[in-house]
Antibody, heavy 117, light 106 residues
Framework: EVQLVESGGGLVQPGGSLRLSCAAS????????MTWVRQVPGKGLEWVSV???????YYADSVKGRFTISADNSKNTLYLQMNSLRAEDTATYYC???????????WGQGTLVIVSS | EIVLTQSPDFQSVTPKEKVIITCRAS??????LHWYQQKPDQSPKLLIK???QSISGVPSRFSGSGSGTDFTLTIDSLEAEDAATYYC????????FGQGTKVEIK
């Protein structure tokens, strides 16, 4: 069964850093396109970042220069390193299999990030 | 950035009624448009891919149509378990989502 489990969310002060993890099972992360999407509580979905099978990465303008997406083949895990966090980064972060011209399926259960002093 | 506009934003529907949600794109997507269902406190779930392709395990009352800039998600004979927010998403150029359509059961 293909499954994604996120972890690493929590409360962090503005300007701080956090690394989110997305552990995959049932498939190999580095052989697929992988995406991060976030959702502010009570609001809609916002694409954050994607990593291609060849290692290319893309970011939403709102996080470019602050967030870094990566994947570890040995741990079969996707990461999102988030630096210089702002209050507006507060959201539930989902990882999903897919990207490029593909749809996103499946999604993880999400991990909540709260940026507040 | 490609903008997706869904309508309506909210719909209150009685069981067994037909629901139609539209998604209009600011640019030609071909068929690179996908639909997701998100129930309260759950992660999104893929319903329809590439405008009209069905997904294994998704009830047959869900269907999609359209191409180019205008797309439709149809729920035939709504069931109580279909109460959720529905999102369209484009994968033609980077990735954007519609603002969502909340479907409530009367």
């Amino acid at each position: 069964e293909v499954q994604l489990v996120e972890s690493g969310g929590g409360l962090v002060q503005p300007g701080g850093s956090l690394r989110l993890s997305c552990a995959a099972s049932g498939f190999t992360v580095t052989n697929n396109y992988m995406t991060w999407v976030r959702q502010v509580p009570g609001k809609g979905l916002e694409w954050v970042s994607v990593i291609y099978r060849d290692g290319q990465t893309y970011y939403a303008d709102s996080v470019k220069g602050r967030f870094t997406i990566s994947a570890d083949n040995s741990k079969n895990t996707l990461y999102l390193q988030m630096n210089s966090l702002r209050a507006e980064d507060t959201a539930t972060y989902y990882c999903a299999k897919g990207g490029a011209r593909l749809c996103l399926d499946p999604w993880g259960q999400g991990t909540l990030v709260i940026v507040s002093s | 950035e490609i903008v997706l506009t869904q309508s309506p934003d909210f719909q209150s529907v009685t069981p067994k009624e037909k629901v139609i949600i539209t998604c209009r794109a600011s640019e030609n997507l071909g068929t690179s448009l996908h639909w997701y269902q998100q129930k309260p406190d759950q992660s999104p779930k893929l319903l329809i891919k590439f405008a009209s392709q069905s997904i294994s395990g998704v009830p047959s009352r869900f269907s999609g149509s359209g191409s180019g800039t205008d797309f439709t998600l149809t729920i035939d004979s709504l069931e109580a378990e279909d109460a959720a927010t529905y999102y369209c998403q484009q994968s033609q150029s980077l990735w954007t989502f519609g603002q969502g359509t909340k479907v409530e059961i009367k």
